[in-house]
């Protein structure tokens, strides 16, 4: 189960004006439907969380869940790397963002196709290797796609090239459930470049997954 938790985590994971590209905090809401038998909703939404804050400036990123097995995850953008914290484990295991072992078989786009907290979305449908990903943004939420063109994993440059934001919803399918997050809150503001760092004395672990 442990690395049934990680291996899906690590797949599945990650904001102002038109003119310039978002920076502060996107609240989402976390709902899970289950494809695993020993696995329920409820389980999936107690160790992942129901609730997760993703943080951006720039090209770093950090998201904070409130799961009883996923604690936390940030993108390094120097590094080039993802780290991630489960609470099974003192250490960050973390992974080559340059490495994707998933890749986009087709793309669809609908504008205006759902409206998410007032902001009018449009709709990208990537079906991957690994399942369906489905996501709704609107360019207010946009970001500086040139600092991502490295960040391979889990197919977040190819959907950000084509979005150029950030998404308000996402729909995605893993071989062990789907996942469904939707934002509550978007609040722009300032944030310390200090919340993109590893705490001292972080032990670092290559991730096996």
């Known amino acids: 189960m442990k690395k049934i ?8 994971l990650a904001f102002a004006t038109t003119a310039q590209t978002f920076q ?8 899970f439907k289950t494809k695993n038998p020993q696995v329920s909703n409820e ?32 993108y390094i953008n120097k590094d080039n790397k993802s780290y991630s914290k489960m609470s099974n484990s ?18 669809e786009v609908k504008k205006a196709a759902a409206v998410i907290l007032g902001y009018t979305c449009d709709e990208i449908t990537m079906t991957c290797k690994s399942g369906v990903q489905k996501y709704y943004y609107n360019a207010k939420q946009s970001v500086d796609v040139t600092l991502y ?19 308000l919803k996402s729909i995605i399918e893993t071989d062990q459930c789907t996942i469904e997050s ?28």
Do not use: R
């Open 5 to 12: 938790l990680t291996a899906l985590f690590v797949s599945c």
């Open 24 to 31: 502060g905090e996107i609240i989402y809401k976390n709902t």
């Open 43 to 74: 389980q999936w939404e107690s160790m992942l969380g129901s609730k997760q804050e993703y943080f951006i400036k720039g090209g770093d990123y950090k998201v904070v869940a409130n799961g009883t097995y996923f604690q936390w995850q940030m």
């Open 90 to 107: 003192p250490s960050v295991f973390w992974i080559d963002a340059a490495v994707n072992t998933d890749s986009v078989l087709k793309v």
């Open 149 to 167: 063109t490295k960040h391979k994993y889990g197919n977040w440059y190819y959907y950000l090239s084509k979005a150029k934001a950030l998404p």
């Open 182 to 209: 939707v934002a509550t809150e978007v609040k722009p503001m300032i944030l310390s470049s200090t919340m993109f760092t590893l705490p001292a004395g972080t032990k670092l672990e290559k991730s096996p997954y």
